[in-house]
């Protein structure tokens, strides 16, 4: 009975001791001190390096620590009928949907603008957009995408989701596939980025879409930095084509020291920070599917391995 | 028949445009155009001079332009009968909530300090406070305030209000009048200022109440600049009893060039703009109370000259 950690270094001790005291009876190992790997049962944590999860013979069961899985879909010898949960938590939820907010109220009110009149000393009134022509579109129909419009919808915005399929969300504009993709971002003013990486979807919001956007236009992705190439969000911003960026993701985290989203004008950065999945409020979850992956129950948030999350 | 409009020389031509049109056969004059003062018997603006609505013998109506009426009142010779009412627009409520969001979010997700990292370059994850704790309390329990609570609820956050009389609001504690001001300020992170300036509130947020914050508090005022002593407000954010504010009125508007405000490191700035009040919204209301107005009956949104608001 040895569950197996993985996370950053600097956080992984709440987490272990939470662990160990919802688990009596269950040693909790930490990476990368396995020890003897037929001892490991359970596997909890970020990016294990590809190959390792293989090596472990009596692994009945893999929890990510995140809400997004494309980090375990980077091992190529990943276990073929390991089951594999993510972590749906509704304070998660609800932090990344006031990340979204916060994010979406910036440009909605000309913040970026107002900054720099403020630095430069300028009492001057913009013309002020309204909120009820204002149209906000979110990619991905998840639980983070579904929460967030459900906010959304209490500013009054005009707003639209697009996803893989078709899902009907109550006032929302709902449009799916490639073919939903050149309408949905020719009526979206403020874009909000939260889908999952996959083969699908990497690179997704290329020069081409973006282009599709209307002139001035958001983006704001909180997804992944792989949704997004960086050159052509550049360019765009740039030529004024969009009027200003709000990431929390990047392709390289940390993002490289001489990265141009540093000092770019346009863009504003948030250190993958805008839901923190929080021991206190996870560990639960993962005890329950401890258990159900001893027990070969059906884990809570299963992924689907040909969707990839 | 005759409406008498004043309002900043820059957006008075929607406005009287929109009012002729509502309003045929009334003939609308713009201030300082007055022509014969006894044809004037509905005004609408903001700060008539002191002394001029006196001299207009068949006034029967003031409509202020704007949610709050303190410009009215610096008036001494106001005609005593003269019935006054200040637009309350959902419209302009909406903008006025979407300004107080952006702000709080801005604190509560330490986007500040973010900036600061990014400027610097610097990739650091900030221990990021929980919404579950964050203690939110509104100053001025009306129309906007009122409002502000209501989205604020969404968000999870541990919510307080103060007015001057008691009031009774579903999940949020309320305090009230003299007595009830230490503890709603001994109890909130981010305090956000609606209250109407009259003179029980000018300068109420003095040195000694903005001690009461606990540590590290934010201060986001979108009610009016007098409320607000700006010495001690920025002795309070230097001394680092405060972690920030947010400010929309001011004062002295435009705010003076050299004001210490501009360049605070820890203030932000937007030059009046929270919530603007719009012809197209607003005019309906308008063209009601001059309707009102000449019949003698009760007007829409009436002023209480005793408390001022």
Chains 1, 2 share one sequence.
Not at 20 to 37: I, S, Y
Not at 195 to 201: A, I, S, V
């Amino acid at each position: 009975m040895v569950l197996l950690f993985k996370s950053d270094p600097d956080d992984t001790r709440g987490w272990t001791a939470e662990l160990a005291r919802r688990l009596p009876g269950v040693e909790v190992r930490t990476w990368p001190d396995v020890g003897d790997p037929a001892d490991i049962e359970f596997c909890v944590g970020w990016a294990f390096p590809p190959g390792s999860l293989r090596g472990f013979p009596n692994l009945k069961g893999l929890q990510s620590l995140g809400a997004g899985v494309d980090h375990v879909f980077r091992d190529p010898d990943l276990p073929e009928a390991l089951p594999i949960a993510r972590i749906v938590d509704p304070y998660m939820t609800e932090d990344m949907t006031q990340w979204v907010m916060l994010n979406v109220l910036r440009f909605h009110k000309q913040d970026p603008d107002y900054r720099r009149l403020q630095a430069e000393g300028r009492w001057d009134e913009l013309p002020p957009p309204s909120w009820r022509d204002r149209r906000v579109g979110v990619m991905g129909l998840g639980e983070l995408g579904g929460h967030a419009l459900e906010r959304l919808r209490y500013f009054g915005y005009k707003l639209a989701g697009w996803s893989r399929t078709k899902k009907r969300i109550d006032r929302v504009e709902t449009f799916a596939g490639e073919e939903g993709l050149r309408p949905f971002l020719a009526r979206t003013d403020i874009l909000v980025v939260l889908l999952p990486l996959t083969p699908e979807t990497e690179d997704l919001l290329n020069r081409e879409r973006l282009s599709r956007l209307p002139k001035g236009a958001f983006v704001i992705n909180a997804g992944r930095g792989r949704l997004l190439v960086d050159e052509d969000l550049i360019a765009m911003l740039d030529s004024g084509h969009l009027g200003g960026a709000a990431l929390d993701v990047f392709r390289q985290e940390p993002l490289a020291a001489d990265h141009a989203f540093w000092k770019h004008p346009k863009v504003v950065i948030t250190p993958h920070v805008s839901a923190l999945t929080r021991a206190e409020t996870a560990v639960p979850q993962i005890v329950e599917n401890y258990r159900r992956a001893l027990a070969g129950e059906p884990l809570l948030h299963p992924v689907d391995r040909r969707r990839r999350y």
